[in-house]
């Protein structure tokens, strides 16, 4: 199994779709600003929560390593269906999109 890489300007179309954004950075990250509509499962709890993995998920990080990181494990635990924000939430900046602030819904 693999991922695909995807790029900040495919995110809304990909959303639009249905996928589900998941935040693969610390907690404390997280809170500072993330992409709208994502999740937080650092990247240091996936190891045991691989159920809590969709197909159709996006995987977000700062810089698109933790989340490809994560998309390249989950991909060995046989998850389809991935795909990883390439560039992360620096990426998303560099576009001119906001990002949230705070903890998750």
């Keep these: 199994m693999t991922y695909q890489d995807i ?5 809304e179309v990909k959303k639009r779709e249905g996928a589900r954004l998941i935040d693969v950075r610390e907690r404390s990250e997280y809170t ?4 709208p509509d994502a999740v937080n499962l650092p990247l240091s709890e996936l190891v045991g929560r691989e159920d809590e993995i969709a197909p159709n998920t996006v995987l977000i990080c700062a810089s698109g390593n933790r989340s490809s990181q994560a998309a390249a ?3 060995s ?3 389809a269906g991935l795909m990883n924000l390439s ?5 998303w900046v560099r576009e001119g999109c906001d990002l949230h602030r705070g903890e998750q819904p």
Excluded: D, N, P, R
């Design 32 to 35: 500072q600003g993330h992409v």
């Design 7 to 11: 790029f900040t300007t495919e995110l």
């Design 77 to 79: 635990q046989g998850k």
């Design 87 to 91: 560039g992360g939430t620096a990426a």
């Design 73 to 75: 494990y989950l991909a």
